[in-house]
């Protein structure tokens, strides 16, 4: 009894973790305002195509995050930038993709990532551009699992959670691609553009949050 206490107390920072990754990712991503995007980008395309771009785009988007999850520290050191300054600076740049969301900026650029892609006869393949980069693995993805991995302190459960909290994301946003006709059809586009202003506002708080972090890092508080 005595140990199943102490297991249970070691599992709730360790959820509690996971679950604040998992909405950090969840608000930068935006899986519901992708929706549309999906459905423009494959339009006139057979089914087993869509299925092949959706599945293909997800997993490009997730071996990016991966590699700037461990490798995106050594590039900005390798570039002399300590990760109090990339705090600032990423929550800064978290602030504006919330700014973009709640005013319908960031809907109105990814639509036109979407329509050079489909316009430009030497564009790579859409799996990989717009859709992997960068309207799944865009700068605020990018951004947010450098700093979630700095945030972990190299411990390997705290990676896991963010590594964790990652693929849900992105393995969510793949099942929600493989039925994105249909659920375009169910939720509209008024519902899909209420939750992403929603989601903006609490990227906002965490861009605050990101910044407050990287000042008192530097100048920690009396």
Same mark, same amino acid.
């Given at each position: 009894?005595?140990?199943?206490?102490?297991?249970?107390?070691?599992?709730?920072?360790?959820?509690?973790?996971?679950?604040?990754?998992?909405?950090?990712?969840?608000?930068?991503?935006?899986?519901?305002?992708?929706?549309?995007?999906?459905?423009?980008?494959?339009?006139?395309?057979?089914?087993?195509?869509?299925?092949?771009?959706?599945?293909?785009?997800?997993?490009?988007?997730?071996?990016?995050?991966?590699?700037?999850?461990?490798?995106?520290?050594?590039?900005?050191?390798?570039?002399?930038?300590?990760?109090?300054?990339?705090?600032?600076?990423?929550?800064?740049?978290?602030?504006?993709?919330?700014?973009?969301?709640?005013?319908?900026?960031?809907?109105?650029?990814?639509?036109?990532?979407?329509?050079?892609?489909?316009?430009?006869?030497?564009?790579?393949?859409?799996?990989?551009?717009?859709?992997?980069?960068?309207?799944?693995?865009?700068?605020?993805?990018?951004?947010?699992?450098?700093?979630?991995?700095?945030? &972990?302190?190299?411990? /390997?459960? $705290?990676? *896991?959670?963010?590594?964790? %909290? +990652?693929? @849900?994301? =992105?393995? !969510?946003? #793949?099942?929600?691609?493989?039925?994105?006709?249909?659920?375009?059809?169910?939720?509209?586009?008024?519902?899909?553009? &209420?939750?992403?202003? /929603?989601? $903006?506002? *609490?990227?906002?708080?965490? %861009? +605050?949050? @990101?910044? =407050?972090? !990287?000042? #008192?890092?530097?100048?920690?508080?009396?």
């Amino acid at each position: 009894m005595v140990l199943s206490i102490h297991n249970h107390k070691k599992l709730e920072p360790a959820l509690s973790d996971y679950i604040s990754n998992l909405v950090v990712f969840f608000v930068v991503v935006d899986p519901p305002g992708l929706v549309p995007l999906f459905i423009a980008l494959t339009r006139g395309f057979e089914d087993r195509h869509k299925r092949i771009i959706a599945l293909r785009g997800t997993a490009i988007a997730f071996v990016v995050l991966v590699f700037f999850a461990y490798f995106g520290k050594v590039v900005l050191q390798t570039l002399s930038i300590e990760m109090p300054a990339f705090r600032i600076a990423g929550g800064a740049l978290l602030f504006w993709i919330a700014f973009e969301m709640l005013f319908a900026k960031r809907s109105e650029r990814k639509e036109r990532d979407t329509g050079e892609a489909m316009t430009d006869e030497d564009a790579h393949d859409i799996a990989v551009f717009p859709l992997a980069v960068p309207l799944i693995a865009g700068p605020g993805a990018i951004t947010s699992i450098l700093l979630l991995m700095d945030r &972990t302190g190299g411990t /390997v459960a $705290g990676q *896991v959670s963010v590594l964790g %909290a +990652a693929a @849900t994301v =992105i393995g !969510g946003v #793949t099942l929600i691609l493989l039925g994105a006709d249909r659920v375009g059809r169910l939720l509209g586009r008024t519902v899909i553009h &209420t939750v992403s202003r /929603v989601l $903006g506002i *609490v990227l906002a708080a965490l %861009a +605050a949050q @990101t910044v =407050i972090s !990287g000042i #008192t890092s530097i100048y920690p508080p009396n």
